[in-house]
């Protein structure tokens, strides 16, 4: 049966011990402890600083390795933030003894790099952070647009090469110690060569399919559903999968992740887009049919035929448009046992709920549970597992971040094993 592939995690865990192993076994004779150690740090942030470049490629091997796209992105912002986290240490550390390669230049490239980093990486985790009682400032980062912050994100490679150039120009160790240094300088050529080839290469190898809008469906106050048509060959894809989709027009052409709602076998792509920012607002009031568009991928490994027989399917809002990608796709009877809960706050706001119901239906192994949060309250794992029979379900979620993480949490409570627990998490930043 496949599984999520692990080897992508496997290969970070190593290189970054191994490259601290390294750094002990070729250690100069003479340094201070506590410089060495903050040399150390400020190495293995540069490291992860450069992992963090190479994820961001979404290059099909690294995806693969890490068994979705999803995936790749949680642990981009891992690497980045322990990275930062060390700089801490470095900047505290290696002030003392002084630091005799230190000029004005490398100063300043270092202050540039650490005060970049770490404002980008309080970007990003402001969303979470907004919650609890932090200043001001960080509730205000919070409210910034998504397309903002992605806009600020992309300097992050700049930053991180000022840190590359700061290290190899003040760093005592990397003066003193031929392999370190070749280690080191090879470390950021890769981090940079991957930076420039995300920058400037990546649009014109990813895969684009360039399709035209057919029609624009209004489903609700806050959603509509957008038929595509191919100008040339479709995009191959698997159900459950998601594209990143760009439309023309002033402003347009900036790329989004959607999920598919269409099955692979439709000639015609099909997608559901919620207004819950700047861009899909606009799009739900804006776009046209006659609009070009382009669309990449396919990413994403949410399959329910990886899983075992017994599953259990949790829609939340528009997280239903996978699982309509797959009952669409089905040809003859559904050869897993299924339940799937459809969480909606109003019962008006299930969609495509006729046409799930009539699929269901006619598939004897497909059971459909609505949940209607204003009178049932909201799905949780307890109603879930309470009173199942027989072994532990593969659960299968798409839906809102914090619904899926707190669902997580419940079927963990219930012993279901993580590796049964699946979802896209397209809450990425």
């Known amino acids: 049966m496949p599984r999520r592939s692990s080897t992508g995690v496997t290969t970070l865990v190593v290189v970054a011990v191994g490259y601290v192993v390294l750094w002990i076994l070729a250690r100069p004779p003479g340094d201070p402890t506590s410089r060495f150690i903050g040399e150390l740090c400020g190495a293995e942030a540069v490291l992860l600083f450069s992992c963090s470049l190479i994820l961001a490629t979404v290059i099909p091997p690294i995806e693969r390795g890490f068994g979705g796209l999803d995936r790749v992105a949680v642990w981009h912002r891992r690497v980045a933030t322990v990275g930062v986290v060390l700089l801490v240490p470095h900047v505290a550390l290696v002030t003392t003894p002084p630091d005799p390669y230190l000029t004005t230049t490398g100063q300043y490239l270092g202050d540039i790099a650490v005060f970049g980093l770490l404002f980008l990486t309080l970007w990003a985790l ?41 290290g190899a120009m003040v760093d005592v160790v990397l003066h003193r110690s031929t392999v370190l240094r070749a280690a080191y300088l090879t470390v950021a050529t890769i981090g940079i060569i991957a930076y420039l080839y995300r920058e400037l290469l990546a649009r014109f190898v990813i ?14 106050d806050t959603t509509v559903n957008i038929s595509l048509d191919p100008v040339r060959e479709p995009i191959a894809f698997t159900a459950g999968q998601f594209t990143f989709l760009a439309f023309g027009g002033p402003g347009g052409w900036q790329r989004h992740p959607f999920t598919v709602a269409s099955p692979p076998a439709a000639r015609q792509l099909e997608v559901s887009i919620k207004a819950v920012g700047d861009y899909t607002s606009q799009l739900t009031e804006k776009l046209r049919p006659g609009v070009p568009a382009k669309v990449a991928g396919p990413f994403g490994s949410f399959d329910y035929r990886a899983g075992g027989h017994d599953q259990v399917w949790l829609a939340g809002g528009i997280g239903v448009t996978p699982f309509l990608s797959w009952v669409r796709a089905l040809n003859g009877p559904l050869d897993r046992d299924v339940d799937l809960y459809y969480s909606v706050a109003r019962v008006q706001n299930a969609l495509f709920l006729d046409e799930i119901t009539a699929i269901a239906e006619g598939q004897p192994s497909l059971r459909l549970h609505l949940v209607s949060t204003d009178t049932d309250g909201f799905l949780t794992a307890d109603t879930v597992m309470a009173g199942r029979q027989g072994p532990t379900p593969w659960i299968y979620m798409c839906g809102p971040p914090q619904m899926m993480n707190a669902l997580a949490k419940g079927f963990r409570a219930w012993d279901v094993p993580t590796g049964q627990i699946r979802w896209e998490r397209f809450d990425v930043r």
């Open 126 to 166: 402001a969303p979470r952070l907004r919650a609890a009682r932090w200043p001001g400032p960080v509730r205000r980062l919070a409210g910034f647009t998504y397309e903002r912050w992605l806009t600020a994100h992309r300097f992050t490679g700049l930053f991180v090469v000022a840190a590359l150039v700061h």
């Open 207 to 220: 895969p684009t399919h360039e399709y035209t809008v057919a029609t624009v469906k209004r489903l609700n």
